[in-house]
């Protein structure tokens, strides 16, 4: 057996057939030591790739704990749990003095204002042509009445207009421009505007736009529209620009306030773009930071400044302290990860003999482990505050996927190495791995085996309560106390629970990929494969009832005797029932369905019969294929007579070719006595006679294989006591034993004797002898 060193004692198989030497097998009596465990890996062509796989998880491992240990891995806003100082002195920027003179500049920048050309242009092709257009006018009754509104005319203002006219044009036009040129220096707003432009900001000054020129004035030129004193301000504006008091200056005055209305308006956008400007022009404010000055205590609630201190304090270190000390850290981060490594890679190749057999599942289980260590630095180091979560829930659900994928005991041994590197990386103590350890043996012991979608809701709802007392818990004892601290530390444990619930839906999500990537099968698949509603098991029921039966009975037997060992049952019974599927193609030629009449292997011959016999492995293979049944399934039906010899028709073929013999040697001789040894030359090869394999490769199948044996032999004892059951299932044991059928699976002699008891158990329940009672008349005379 696999997993056991043999002695120097020697068995037969059976009887010498055709000269050759008795075969012998060893019997492994004691279990090998690591050293030779060790020993014999080191010659396996599969190590080299392994030991490749296992450098580039170092690496790579190594790579993400560096980068991990030197980022800032704390928020703002939140209780710190140490004190952290300055190694050495440096000149680090002062943000706050930085912040705040760069919003002094933003504050200083002059706001933008936009000129509305439109009523410029009006006020002045208005003013400059309104002489011309009352020139005419014999009287203020000759001129329309909007006009007598629009610029407020009298008797007087129109012969002083009219005056104007018959006059030098020139001279009025000037008046028109310098009042219009004067009015955009003095920029007319509403309230709100007005406000705003009074009182935000530093800057005296304001920035008018006017088409592609731009001017400052000062804000105290800035005319609020809404302001009784308005009439003052245009009368002072014409005024300057050469109207004498009178009736023109009316006129002009008159002429804005008949459809005053804002002549600029806040133009945000480009104020905004002038403020980013002219902070972007501040230089940085640095400020000297001595060695030993502490950057934030253990129970300060960490400021932005303290975060950009921080930050600049580890830039600071790494390029300025001496190298040895850089490369000291790193060389000794690198050395954790390499003796976590090993201690995976240890395990691994000890105790999991399903990934180190396999190089794609060695590089999967790598994969596995450097994605959610990946996970893990890459989420805290995006949000400090979620590492209730992200330092703990990706190694609890890479142990979910091998709990899944192989065992609680990988699962177990992977989920804690994979804390430490957890912890090691985003410099954790020992409360976080207590955490990780908690969630992920909550997630083992409830994944022993998964029968529905409700196994995993229930695993996910046990990981997040776990996972949140335990946060809680660990912050309780380590963190200050205080207000803030019990607040953080309830928020972290609600995340925590949410992260275990995410942990289960996700599972559940992918189960159907991870049982396709990593060739596994989970119990909700065997649940579904049990069903006897498949189309396969129907199918099988239809074709060959006898055959059906026989894998219920063998389903039962083997399933009892898998507890036993504590193999997997539930897989044991599902390969049993599909085990035979094979027979289904051509079920008259055995016996389980046969009902009387001729046996169609009495019309073959011994070779004809082996190729049917032999041939219900291949055609099962072949349903299982087109019915996409599991590679762990499909293994009990090519293994479930492994390499046995069919010793019916190997007698029968040795008889055959005896007799043949015997009458070519008589009708060469005459009479031939029948007591001398066949010759070999007619004694057909015993390995001819057996089936192709491969022999049982799981406990399930070695299992599956010898309940199928016990049942087909006990069903044939006419009287099936329990003593002879037990005979029967010692010698068929001790037979397969020998023939090497368990060579290649880790079953041990002290599983094969549960076996056996079990089987022998099952069996005799099954085939139990009936009470023989007395006849009718016997009783009477009894009585008599």
């Not at 088409?211 to 000062?218: A, H, L, N, V």
């Not at 057999?357 to 450097?370: C, S």
Request: proline letters at 5%.
């Amino acid at each position: 057996m696999a997993g056991e060193r043999s002695k120097t004692s020697m068995f037969s198989t059976g009887r010498r057939t055709g000269g050759a030497a008795p075969r012998r097998v060893n019997i492994r009596l004691r279990e090998e030591s690591l050293l030779e465990k060790a020993f014999d890996l080191a010659q396996s062509p599969r190590v080299a790739w392994s030991v490749v796989i296992l450098a580039g998880f170092i690496i790579l491992g190594t790579l993400l704990v560096v980068w991990a240990r030197e980022r800032p891995l704390v928020a703002v806003g939140r209780v710190m749990n140490s004190t952290r100082l300055v190694r050495l002195t440096m000149s680090a920027e002062d943000r706050a003095l930085t912040d705040a003179a760069r919003e002094a500049a933003r504050q200083r920048t002059p706001r933008t204002y936009v000129a509305d050309p439109t009523f410029f242009d009006e006020l002045r092709n208005s003013l400059d042509s309104l002489p011309r257009a009352l020139a005419s006018a014999k009287s203020l009754s000759d001129v329309d009445p909007r006009l007598r509104d629009q610029y407020g005319l009298t008797e007087a203002s129109l012969a002083a207009l009219q005056a104007e006219g018959a006059g030098e044009a020139r001279r009025w036009s000037e008046l028109v421009n310098s009042f219009v040129t004067l009015l955009q220096a003095r920029p007319l707003l509403d309230e709100q505007t007005f406000q705003r432009a009074t009182t935000e900001g530093l800057s005296p000054t304001v920035k008018l736009v006017i088409g592609k020129q731009d001017r400052g004035i000062m804000r105290s030129d800035v005319i609020n529209i809404e302001d009784p004193r308005l009439s003052q301000a245009l009368d002072s504006i014409a005024r300057d620009a050469g109207f004498a008091a009178g009736p023109l200056r009316q006129v002009v005055v008159g002429r804005v306030l008949s459809s005053v209305r804002p002549t600029y308006r806040f133009d945000e956008a480009q104020t905004t773009s002038d403020q980013n400007t002219a902070a972007a022009e501040v230089t940085p404010k640095y400020r000297i930071n001595p060695e030993g000055q502490p950057i934030f205590r253990r129970g300060d609630v960490l400021t932005a400044t303290a975060l950009d201190l921080y930050s600049a304090e580890i830039s600071h270190f790494i390029q300025n302290a001496p190298a040895w000390q850089v490369w000291l850290r790193r060389a000794s981060l690198g050395a954790a990860v390499l003796a976590i490594a090993a201690a995976l890679g240890g395990y691994t190749a000890l105790f999991a003999p399903r990934i180190r057999r396999n190089p794609a599942r060695v590089a999967g289980a790598a994969g596995i482990l450097l994605g959610t260590l990946a996970a893990a630095v890459f989420g805290s180091a995006a949000d400090p505050t979620l590492m209730a979560v992200t330092a703990v829930c990706p190694t609890v659900f890479a142990a979910v996927i091998f709990a899944v994928t192989y065992d609680q005991r990988v699962a177990l041994a992977f989920g804690t190495l994979h804390g430490v590197l957890v912890c090691v990386a985003l410099d954790q103590g020992v409360g976080t791995f207590a955490t990780i350890v908690t969630g992920v043996g909550v997630a083992v012991w409830n994944l022993k085996e998964i029968r529905g979608r409700d196994d995993l809701f229930r695993t996910g709802l046990y990981v997040g309560l776990s996972l949140a007392l335990a946060t809680a818990l660990v912050g309780f004892i380590d963190r200050p106390i205080n207000d803030q601290v019990l607040k953080e530390t309830l928020v972290d444990a609600l995340f925590a629970a949410a992260g275990g619930l995410v942990i289960g839906g996700v599972t559940l999500f992918i189960l159907p990929a991870i049982e396709r990537w990593f060739d596994v099968v989970t119990g909700m698949t065997l649940i579904e494969l049990r069903d006897s509603k498949h189309p396969l098991l129907r199918e099988l029921l239809q074709r060959a009832p006898g055959t059906y039966n026989h894998s219920l009975t063998v389903a039962s037997i083997a399933e009892a005797a898998a507890d036993a060992i504590g193999a997997n049952g539930l897989l044991t019974y599902v390969g049993a029932l599909y085990h035979d599927v094979g027979k289904m193609n051509k079920p008259e030629y055995f016996v389980e369905n046969q009902r009387g009449g001729v046996n169609k292997h009495d019309k073959l011959t011994p070779a004809m019969s082996l190729l049917v016999i032999v041939g219900h492995v291949k055609d099962g293979m072949e349903l299982a294929r087109e019915f996409g049944l599991p590679r762990q399934i499909q293994h009990f039906i090519e293994s479930h007579h492994g390499t046995t010899l069919v010793e019916y028709f190997f007698q029968r073929a040795q008889e055959q070719a005896l007799a043949q013999a015997r009458r070519e040697k008589a009708g060469e001789e005459g009479e031939v006595d029948d007591a001398l040894p066949p010759d070999p030359a007619y004694v057909p090869d015993e390995f001819e006679y057996r089936y192709p394999g491969p022999k049982p490769r799981t406990r399930e199948a070695a299992i599956v294989m010898l309940s199928d044996a016990i049942e087909s032999t006990t069903r044939t004892l006419a009287e099936p006591t329990p003593a002879r059951i037990e005979t029967v299932v010692g010698t068929l044991a001790n037979r397969r034993l020998l023939d090497g059928q368990f060579d290649e699976c880790d079953i041990t002699l002290k599983d094969l004797a549960r076996i056996t008891e079990s089987i022998a158990k099952s069996v005799t329940s099954f085939y139990h002898g009936r009470v023989m009672y007395k006849s009718t008349s016997d009783m009477t005379k009894a009585r008599a």
